[in-house]
């Protein structure tokens, strides 16, 4: 029997499965929880199959465009049921897919745990805030819910740049315009660069991934607009360490200048596995006070761990500490609290190390 697309994607939300894999070789899986399983009674696919489904959800100029760079990202959708952000790749002579699905409804702040300090730096008039994590660690969720935040509460225009567009926002308090890389812009470097022409008071920018972005974010936060982004970072500290080592030698002092500035929040997120079914978030928070700035400014980023340590009164939190207290809620595994920890230690001296399997 022929793969059908739509229903796969439909029973990833019977499954409660963020992801479809499609490979040759293999049959169809889901991850759930984090763990990709197989569909149990379907064949494993094969070279035709695959290149079929690629040419079903691809139109002929992303087909062509995929054909001949070897990947291609792009949004598909099923009405009413969800939307997928789809990455189409070679490999081994052959078609791959993966699909991430994307929920219809924006969930908002509450719903995801997400810190109250979230809140507040989504209605900051201006400056810097950052959203990281590794992949698959719900940086987009927790962006769009803040920027739906931001949206309910605030007039205004927020201006979003995406790769593919993922959430969608309906104009609330604000007019919300949402521009796709590849489609309505060419790069997100040249949708920066148009930006402050189109008067927003709020930018989102998918993914800061060079110099040039990130310098351009910052000169964007700096002339008086909120600018939000994701890094692909582990933490708050490796966070202000990736965007200053982007940049050459001659120019990180200037760089540490203008962070220091315009950084208003750092929220590094991981999923962990919860006892019983299902992921939850913990998040490491770090904001932009006077101490965090000096740091900064002055290069003594390996300070700023004490800084959230002692920081807790105004929101900031180290993910450690987070993880510590999943496991006295009865949430997360010690095992799995140490698997995401920056520090293991502290998880085995603040929970019992007679708690923690033997090897870990």
């Known amino acids: 029997m022929a793969v059908q697309i739509d229903s796969l994607l439909k029973g ?8 479809l894999h499609l490979k040759v070789g293999s049959p169809p899986g889901y991850r759930i929880a984090g763990e990709i399983q197989p569909l149990k009674n379907i064949e494993k696919m094969s070279p035709s199959e695959t290149l079929n489904l690629a040419q079903q959800v691809l139109s002929e100029e992303q087909f062509r465009e995929f054909d001949a760079s070897g990947d291609f990202d792009c949004a598909y959708s099923i009405p009413g049921v969800a939307r997928y952000r789809l990455n189409v790749m070679k490999q081994r002579g052959s078609v791959s897919l993966v699909f991430r699905k994307i929920p219809v409804e924006i969930p908002n702040i509450d719903d995801l745990g ?41 007039r205004g225009h927020i201006l979003t740049m995406e790769d593919p ?19 309505d812009t060419e790069t997100f470097t040249s949708a920066l660069k148009r930006a402050l022409r189109q008067d927003p008071d709020v930018i989102l ?18 002339t008086g607009h909120l600018v939000f982004g994701t890094l692909h970072t582990t933490g708050a500290t490796q966070t202000v360490d990736r965007i200053i080592d982007v940049f050459p030698p001659d120019q990180q002092q200037q760089i540490r200048v203008q962070l220091a500035e315009t950084l208003q929040g750092v929220i ?18 770090m904001l932009g006070t006077d101490a ?32 510590v207290k999943l ?7 010690v095992a799995d609290a140490i698997a995401k920890a920056h520090t293991p230690d502290v998880i085995r001296r603040s929970c019992g190390e007679e708690k923690v399997p033997a090897g870990v």
């Open 268 to 285: 590094s997120q991981v999923l962990v596995p919860k006892i019983g079914g299902g992921r939850v978030a913990a998040h490491e928070i």
């Open 114 to 154: 997400l810190p109250m300090v979230c809140r507040d730096l989504a209605m900051k008039p201006r400056g810097l805030v950052l959203v990281t994590g590794p992949t698959g660690s719900g940086k987009s969720t927790s962006l769009a819910a803040m920027i739906d935040f931001r949206n309910s509460n605030e």
């Open 12 to 19: 990833m939300i019977q499954f409660d499965a963020s992801d």
């Open 205 to 222: 920018v998918g993914e800061m991934r060079d110099l040039e972005t990130i310098s351009m974010g910052i000169t964007a936060a700096e």
């Open 327 to 333: 496991v006295q809620a009865g949430t997360i595994e």
């Open 292 to 323: 965090i700035k000096a740091c900064i400014r002055e290069g003594k980023t390996t300070q700023m761990q004490n800084v959230l340590q002692t920081g807790s009164k105004v929101g900031m939190q180290l993910l450690d500490n987070t993880l």
């Open 165 to 183: 567009v993922e959430f969608v926002h309906n104009d609330k308090m604000s007019f919300v315009n949402q521009r796709e890389i590849g489609s």
